[in-house]
């Protein structure tokens, strides 16, 4: 997996979970002034009610694109080590080493 997918799909996950902050702080909101029956307040309630559950609706679409992003990428890497497994092994064995190394050093 390159370094930009990496980041790409860190970025959406991150988009993902703050998405899911906002709307869960919106609700409580939402569920603080349940109370209040005054005419705008009420209008403004229910604009926000509608673009909270569309945002739970694109929030569910987006972590499905990552999700089926995800497993594309271990797809990808799978065949890929399948079809050279010692570049692989070697890989892995280079990137171990480079670890141990800097480990050692402390």
């Known amino acids: ?22 709307i869960a702080d ?9 109370h209040q029956t005054e005419g ?16 739970r609706h694109k929030l569910g679409d987006a ?3 990552i999700r089926e992003k995800t497993r594309e990428v271990a797809r990808a890497t799978d065949d ?3 079809e ?9 064995a280079g990137v171990g080493l480079i670890i141990g190394l800097l480990i050692s050093r402390r």
């Open 1 to 22: 997996m390159t370094k930009t997918t990496q980041d790409t799909l860190a970025g959406k996950e991150k988009l993902v979970a703050d998405l899911q902050r906002v």
């Open 26 to 34: 919106a609700e409580e909101l939402m569920q603080a002034t349940a």
């Open 40 to 55: 705008r307040i009420v209008e403004l309630r229910d604009r926000i009610n509608d673009n909270l559950r569309d945002a």
């Open 63 to 65: 972590e499905d694109a």
């Open 80 to 82: 890929y080590v399948h």
């Open 84 to 92: 050279h497994p010692w570049r692989a092994v070697g890989a892995a």
